[in-house]
């Protein structure tokens, strides 16, 4: 039996019936480094146990040929309808300090949500995270968010902002970096909506 390499694509976000998305891990079999176009059968396995501990299970469907999804069910591995790894709501005005959000996935702000409050982060890492809403790493509607010394990379969205989406808000961000960042429909690090983005000595690089 012919065996692949394997490309594995984490905590994609994936809509169920009622709109709240889950996180899946797809194990693809690749050559050279890229996916093998082609169909090929799929093997979808749901856990409540973390689907990070089938990573074996995954690599070993997609060398023999198969299209491996391991899913976490409601409630487990970081999945949510709003912030998948924190939401902040209702005037709150939290301090985050050497904090990381990585491999969230929500309907909207798939690492960090923000509503109608004033947090600040202060060497804060938010990165990896998802949304088939808006702010892959971040979603901000309404508000003030302080941000120092930040590193926002490698988030996704399928709606507008993968890095930060601002709605009727103020960002201010000093010292800190977008990086890497994917969005579908637009403003791969920052989308700003009648809001205020305030930014002091920011690196800005390899956005979509």
Avoid: C
């Amino acid at each position: 039996m012919e065996e692949y390499e394997v490309i594995v694509r984490k905590n994609v976000s994936v809509p169920m019936r009622d709109g709240v998305p889950l996180a899946a891990d797809l194990y693809l079999p690749a050559r050279d480094g890229k996916v093998v176009e082609g169909a090929f059968p799929a093997v979808l396995e749901r856990t409540p146990y973390d689907k990070d501990g089938k990573f074996g299970e995954g690599r070993y469907f997609a060398r023999h040929g198969y299209v491996a999804v391991m899913q976490d069910v409601r409630a487990n591995g970081n999945n949510g309808l709003y912030g998948g790894g924190l939401a902040v709501m209702a005037g709150s005005t939290p301090w985050l300090y050497d904090t990381e959000f990585a491999g969230n996935g929500a309907l909207a702000g798939g690492g960090v949500y923000v509503e109608d409050s004033d947090p600040s982060f202060d060497q804060v890492e938010i990165w990896e995270n998802s949304t088939i809403g808006a702010g892959g790493g971040l979603s901000v509607s309404g508000g003030t968010v302080s941000m120092l010394s930040a590193s926002v990379h490698t988030n996704e969205a399928w709606g507008y902002g993968a890095g930060m989406y601002l709605y009727q808000s103020t960002a201010e961000v000093r010292h800190s970096e977008l990086v890497g960042n994917e969005s579908l429909s637009g403003g791969g690090a920052v989308r700003a909506v009648e809001s205020e983005f305030e930014g002091t000595n920011l690196r800005i690089v390899g956005n979509q």
